[in-house]
């Protein structure tokens, strides 16, 4: 395998700047098979072109994201590389803690916990990260329900999801997908088409 036409580039902090760990409190999720396009990146010059989706995720007719509040500082976003020298992939991992031992908590495990999926979480930054897209789907790899001991303890159910593909960043807003045939001010992907159809 041939590197010579890699493009490389420097990677340089501003002193102005500030990076805020942590994520935030609301995440986003729906079953993969209500999208019905989720693009990729458009891997360019810049490192960044590897993460970032430039075009718009269109929905499907009647669908929508849903959400979940989350527990503050007890979710994280990792990208892993894994596989043999030469043949390494990304594999994200994304552990969120849902809170309080009730019906709708553990109904939600129990309901999803084999079905594809497709997360959006934002970090403390202001950035939408997406976590599996049509191609590789993210699933729940472990869940936890607990009551807790004490009164103070933290009931509720401690979420691992997996994803086989890097974690992507979702420039556009996530409180409106363009869906095929609505006729609004998308009108371009009102008669989309895909590979896949």
Known sequence: M????????????CPGLDFSSGLKTKLFFAPASHFFYTPLPKPGISFESEIIIVDEIIMRSEKKLFSIDVLVEENELRVNLTGNKEKKRSVTNFAFFILGFRPSVLGFVK?????????????????????????????????ESWSGKKYEDNSGAAVTVNCNSSVFLYQKSLEHFAKPGDFNLDFNNDFYITDND
């Open 111 to 143: 309901r999803c916990k084999n079905v594809p999926m497709i997360f959006f979480i934002q970090d403390a930054n202001g950035n939408n990260w997406q976590i599996g897209h049509s191609l590789t789907r993210a699933f729940m790899e472990a869940a």
């Open 2 to 13: 041939s590197f010579e036409n890699l493009n490389i580039e420097s990677i340089n902090n």
